[in-house]
């Protein structure tokens, strides 16, 4: 994948999302496949979040890791893999980002998203940030985040790939999804014109790009196999994160970062 067309790009301020952009071939990714397979075998950074913490929260949805809370395995393993961080820096992808937002480019988090066969539907959402309790938002400051969204398996309609309502850029009004103090805020139906979704199935190796106020959701999975994703957000260094978890810390994937305002992290070994 080469740098976006300027097409590309006003689709992408015009629509919220961009794809399917291909990273690497499907050879490439299956023969990766089996090592980031080995990552979700052992448990990042990342702790399991307090019981006051985990009920509505997306995470809970993905597949299992042996009864334990998926969070420790799926979440922010760039900061341990050198297998995830080559992908999340992926000079294709990096091309893409800069095309987007510029040189200067920061890594927040890095999420595997594995649906089981049979595994749920994700509902109507926005990832603009996020307000989980009053004086608790973890987020960005100002709020300006992308995502990439990478196939690591098929991603097809049976298996619950992602779709969208083109065109969203406000802030719809939102719930929590549970009680639990991080509750995932969903978008009531009310809210979402269904009738103009569309649906974006991948192939391994392949992404879609979007906005954090690109409005999407994902089916339930009948295709009999486990759909498995990793999700890049991205922000620029002129944006203040807040720490997603003790320890956690930013990557800077290209460029410079001249705003000192976060926590940097060296690339694994």
């Known amino acids: 994948m080469s740098d976006l067309t300027q097409q590309q790009r006003d ?4 629509q919220g999302f961009l794809g ?11 023969a990766l496949r089996p090592e980031l397979a080995a990552v ?8 399991a979040p307090a019981a006051e913490q985990v ?3 997306l995470a809970n949805l993905v597949a299992g890791r042996g ?25 294709a992808l990096l091309a ?6 510029g040189e200067d480019l920061l890594v927040w988090r890095s999420t595997f998203i594995a649906k089981a066969s049979g595994g749920p539907e ?11 309790a009053p004086g608790e938002e973890y987020g960005l400051e100002p709020p ?8 690591v398996s098929d991603v097809t309609e049976d298996s619950g790939c992602l779709r969208f309502v083109p065109g969203t850029r406000a802030v719809l009004p939102a719930r929590p999804s549970g009680p639990g103090r991080r509750a995932t805020l969903l978008v009531p139906p009310e809210h979402v014109d269904e009738s103009r979704a569309v649906s974006l199935p991948l192939r391994p190796g392949q992404c879609a790009v979007f906005t954090d106020r690109a409005l999407h959701a994902s089916g339930v999975n009948t295709s009999g196999a486990e759909r498995l994703a990793l999700a890049v957000r991205m922000t620029v260094p002129a944006v203040k994160v807040r720490p997603h978890f003790p320890g956690h810390a930013c990557t800077l994937v290209s460029g410079q970062d001249r705003a000192g305002l976060n926590r940097l992290a060296e690339p694994p070994r």
């Open 144 to 151: 300006l985040h992308f995502t990439f969204w990478i196939a």
């Open 122 to 132: 994700f509902q109507w959402h926005q990832d603009w940030g996020g307000v989980y």
């Open 55 to 57: 009920e509505g929260r």
């Open 11 to 14: 689709s992408y301020r015009e």
């Open 96 to 101: 893409a980002a800069r095309a987007l937002y």
């Open 67 to 91: 009864g334990a809370s998926p969070v420790p395995y799926i979440e922010s393993r760039h900061l341990d893999s050198p297998a995830v961080h080559r992908l999340i820096t992926h000079p």
């Open 40 to 47: 979700l075998d052992i448990p990042g950074r990342a702790p």
């Open 20 to 30: 399917p952009l291909t990273l690497m071939s499907v050879a490439e990714m299956e």
